[in-house]
């Protein structure tokens, strides 16, 4: 049971270059998110997807496409990378049901650095 | 809106020593839950607990406790006898509407 899982760990990109940041897990979840973290902050939602077929914005989605692959998979896009995208980027997963209140797992997170 | 405060960036103490994290929210629903989570300096998310509006217990877990006051609004943590392990970034959150609403993070330092 490896809960989730984010690849890759670490990527560097040039900006305008474009890529897909990966997200799975396997305690059959509902709902699926994607945080950004900046240095010294708390996380911020970039997306949402609350049962699979559905995404919605968060926070902060400029410059960022999700797609909802099936349950297990949660994938998020930067189409033009630019340094402010410069980031850790969290996958969380969580069950989900009217009236919230379960618990995200989060993955190990993804350190992206946009030159 | 919702919001979640935690009006301390930093606190550093010298172990064995208690520590309280103070965490306000604001909310207009009357059904709500509440959360802590822990991120070390390895840098991955730990989930600590959550708690049910409609419960003001309370609650301990060892070392950790935590006082939820409706009244004022607060869900505050306290950490008994700091470890040096204990040092990490401490996060307060809400749910709203199938999202978590986040604190800033509360940095703790516990020294040997």
């Known amino acids: 049971n490896a809960g989730v899982t984010q690849t890759p760990k670490f990527q560097v990109l040039k900006t305008g270059q474009s890529m897909t940041l990966q997200c799975a897990q396997d305690?059959?979840?509902?709902?699926m998110y994607w945080y950004r973290q900046d240095p010294g902050m708390g996380l911020r939602l970039i997306y949402y997807s609350a049962s699979e077929g559905t995404t919605d914005k968060g926070e902060v989605p400029n410059g960022y496409n999700v797609s909802r692959l099936n349950k297990r998979e949660f994938s998020l896009r930067l189409e033009s990378a630019a340094p402010s995208q410069t980031s850790v980027y969290f996958c969380?997963?969580?069950?989900?049901?009217?009236?919230?209140?379960?618990?995200?797992?989060f993955g190990p997170g993804t350190r992206l650095t946009v030159t | 809106a919702q919001k979640v405060t935690q009006a301390q960036t930093e606190i550093s103490v010298v172990e064995k020593e208690d520590v309280t994290l103070d965490c306000v929210y604001e909310?207009?629903?009357?059904?709500?839950?509440l959360f802590w989570y822990k991120q070390p300096p390895s840098g991955e998310l730990v989930f600590l607990i959550r708690r049910n509006s409609f419960d003001e217990q309370n609650e301990i877990s060892g070392r950790y406790s935590w006082n939820f006051q409706k009244s004022t609004s607060s869900f505050n943590f306290t950490i008994t006898a700091s470890q040096v392990v204990d040092s990490a970034v401490y996060f307060c959150a809400q749910d709203s509407n199938y999202q978590l609403i986040w604190g800033a993070g509360t940095k703790l330092i516990i020294k040997p």
């Open positions: 305690m059959n979840h509902n709902s």
């Open positions: 969380a997963s969580s069950e989900w049901r009217a009236g919230g209140g379960y618990e995200q797992y």
């Open positions: 909310t207009r629903d009357t059904t709500y839950y």
